[in-house]
């Protein structure tokens, strides 16, 4: 942020004050843990009061401030003082209710928090480091049709991740490649067996997790591999800035329900796609990677804006 070209110390000239607060180093320590709802509010509640009583929240009374929470929104709206209820009430504080608030997954309630891009594995620090990937995605050759790495999730009635697993290894044509990830075979804890796979694949697989985003959507993206998601929160309702408004040019949905019907084949869908309409949604998915980047923060790209431009912007034009 210090390094932002528009950047000032002086809070007179600032059309936006950025609040250096990392929210998400707090509330994570408590999450797991047995603690009383009182320690766990206590930083969020002094850093609110602290930014009350400075001058420049009196200008526009915080509208004009915002920060970046470092995780969901879900980590920082605990509706009660029940300590067994999750996260802190950092969102729910009646004045940080005028700030805005940048998470890797936003509440489609809410018009104070919005998305921004999970990191990735790549960092350029030039245009041309920019430009090669994408040539290097656009040349891949693609033998998977489809793909998904993760593990089953008996534990989740509501989940479609085994029907979804399920598919991929019941795939007729063998068009699809299952990467197992669990505590015993560690693949997805290696970033070039998991890119690897996004770039072999035509389309990912993107179910829902413990929330709706997935930080995979962005690592496919990345590979020029094209997301199938199969709920309207995992990225349409979310990465309003990052993404296009016309999901269909970079993206494939399939409901849920859709997934859960006995005789629906995702392998059976996915053939009856055009391939010029499959070579067209790559070539949208590859235009996309500078959005979903943070650049090398020593270096700044000159041709691209990354995913942190992105947020700034959406920061701007908001205020």
Same mark, same amino acid.
């Given at each position: @942020? ?6 000032? #110390? ?49 200008? @526009? ?20 003082? #029940?300590?067994? $209820? ?11 209710? =005028? ?21 990735? /594995? ?21 033998? /998977? ?9 008996? %534990? ?53 997790? $413990? ?7 962005? $690592? ?26 016309? /999901?269909?040019?970079?993206?494939? /949905? ?17 053939? %009856? ?9 790559? %070539? %949208? ?5 500078? =959005? ?5 923060? #020593? ?21």
């Amino acid at each position: @942020m210090k390094q932002y070209q528009s950047f000032t #110390n002086t809070s007179s000239k600032a059309s936006v004050v950025y609040v250096p607060f990392y929210a998400g180093l707090d509330v994570g320590r408590y999450l797991w843990d047995d603690h009383e709802t009182k320690v766990i509010d206590y930083v969020s509640i002094e850093v609110v009061k602290h930014l009350k009583g400075k001058p420049e929240w009196k200008k @526009m009374w915080g509208h004009d401030h915002f920060l970046v929470a470092g995780r969901v929104s879900w980590d920082f709206r605990r509706m009660t003082d #029940n300590k067994l $209820d999750w996260g802190n009430r950092l969102f729910n504080l009646p004045d940080a209710k =005028n700030m805005t608030s940048l998470v890797i997954e936003s509440s489609p309630w809410s018009n104070t928090d919005f998305a921004i891009s999970y990191p990735t /594995y790549f960092h350029p620090s030039s245009d041309h480091e920019v430009y090669g990937w994408q040539e290097r995605m656009t040349r891949k050759q693609r033998p /998977y049709l489809f793909s998904f790495a993760g593990a089953l999730r008996p %534990e989740l009635n509501d989940s479609i991740r085994n029907e979804i697993i399920n598919q991929c290894l019941g795939s007729k044509g063998k068009h699809c490649k299952f990467m197992k990830c669990d505590a015993v075979i560690k693949n997805c804890e290696y970033p070039k067996n998991v890119m690897r796979l996004f770039q072999k694949s035509v389309f990912y697989l993107q179910p829902l997790e $413990d929330s709706y985003t997935r930080r995979s959507t962005f $690592d496919a993206i990345l590979a020029g591999c094209i997301p199938i998601f199969f709920h309207l929160a995992s990225a349409y309702v979310q990465y309003l800035w990052h993404f296009p408004k016309h /999901y269909t040019t970079y993206s494939m /949905y399939i409901p849920i329900e859709d997934i859960k019907k006995e005789d629906f084949a995702v392998e059976k869908r996915l053939l %009856e796609i055009p391939k010029e309409k499959v070579v067209a949604m790559r %070539e %949208e998915v590859i235009k996309l990677i500078p =959005n979903v980047i943070y650049a090398n923060p #020593n270096s700044k790209l000159q041709r691209f804006g990354d995913a942190f431009d992105v947020a700034v912007k959406g920061v701007l034009n908001r205020i």
